[in-house]
């Protein structure tokens, strides 16, 4: 397992992250991510640490909040020393009624984090993310209450999740300008089948220096092959819980890609769809939600994958994005005459 700089920070992640969705769901929503107990959490977590990763994430809406409650106890009951762990949460989701129960306000972050810490019984976060963008508060209000918990020794880095390229770099420029905690991460969908990030959002992260932590790396088990026409998907969650949304209709070809560079390298397509991130400049961290104990075993295995130059040409190729403006413009060879 190798370890990588998070952003232009000293802070060293694994490859992998385990995160911890899948914990403590009961109905709705988060009983279609997981519905995991203490004892499954515990073993995964473990297994996760005996493989090398240190790098854990969660947030306060998984589960509504017993996501963070049963990391925290995995953690105690596997005796693991807080200096061997690097976790994250995020904040910004709808925590109760009320207007004052969510977004990114300086009210509901401070109440919110001295609440996850409480869940994960832990004195710090390594790294408290905005998991959402909230038009309703101003960027420099967001900054300016991650800045309190940094200097307050809550919090040790900030990043952000799910924002679109021009709130970044907004965000980044008024860091700077004012001087507070810097953003060192974004966490964000990636996928050989949802590669829309290569448009504004990975050439700004790589033009910065933030780190990408990928969430979602097999499209919801979609890049596993088993919702292609040839898979068996009977008990596959997308079928319950369409998110996130695939173009199947590119998906499919690139599937079968997918199982032929697996074929040459013995392993399954869903390792080779997580060896093609790892393989990618941008990406920091491959974000790893297993229910499973030999599903985790599974996409650590990953790590071992060395795709070539042929590998990474076929993967590309079948995964291409559709010329869009101005990308079309900008790659073309220079003309003066334009």
């Keep these: 397992m190798r370890m990588r700089k998070l952003g232009d920070s000293g802070l060293s ?31 995964l977590v473990r297994a996760a640490l005996e493989s090398g990763i240190n790098f854990f994430d969660t947030a306060n809406v998984y589960a509504d909040g017993r996501s963070e409650m049963m990391l925290g106890r995995s953690l105690r009951n596997l005796e693991v020393s807080r200096d061997d ?15 004052n129960m969510s977004g990114a306000s300086r009210r509901h972050i401070l109440s919110q984090c001295r609440a996850s810490l409480q869940r994960l019984g832990l004195e710090h976060v390594d790294l408290y993310q905005i998991h959402a963008f909230d038009p309703a508060t101003p960027i420099e209000e967001t900054l300016e209450a991650l800045d309190i918990l940094v200097r307050a020794g809550d919090v040790r880095y900030i990043g952000l999740s799910n924002w679109a390229a021009w709130q970044v770099m907004k965000a980044i420029g008024i860091g700077k300008a004012r001087g507070i905690a810097p953003i060192i991460s974004l966490q964000a969908y990636y996928t050989l089948v949802g590669r829309d990030l290569e448009r504004e959002i990975i050439p700004l992260l790589t033009s910065e220096r933030v780190g990408l932590m990928v969430w979602s790396p097999l499209a919801g088990g979609y890049l596993t092959g088993k919702y292609s026409s040839e898979g068996d998907s009977s008990s596959g969650r997308l079928n319950q819980f369409d998110f996130p949304p695939i173009d199947r209709g590119r998906g499919e070809p690139l599937i079968e890609v997918l199982r032929i560079v697996a074929c040459r390298h013995g392993c399954t397509p869903g390792q080779i769809a997580l060896a093609w991130l790892l393989h990618q400049p941008a990406v920091t961290t491959v974000i790893l939600g297993a229910k499973r104990l030999e599903q985790l075993s599974e996409n650590v295995q990953a790590t071992t994958i060395h795709l070539n130059p042929d590998d990474l040409a076929q993967l590309a190729s079948a995964s291409q994005l559709p010329p869009e403006y101005p990308g079309w413009l900008l790659d073309r060879p220079s003309d003066p005459q334009r």
């Design 85 to 99: 762990v690097v976790i994250a949460t995020k904040v910004a989701s709808a925590m109760g009624e009320g207007p």
């Design 13 to 43: 992640v694994s490859e992998l992250c385990f995160g911890a969705m899948t914990f403590g769901g009961i109905d709705g929503i988060w009983g279609q991510v997981g519905k995991l107990g203490q004892g499954e959490a515990d073993a």
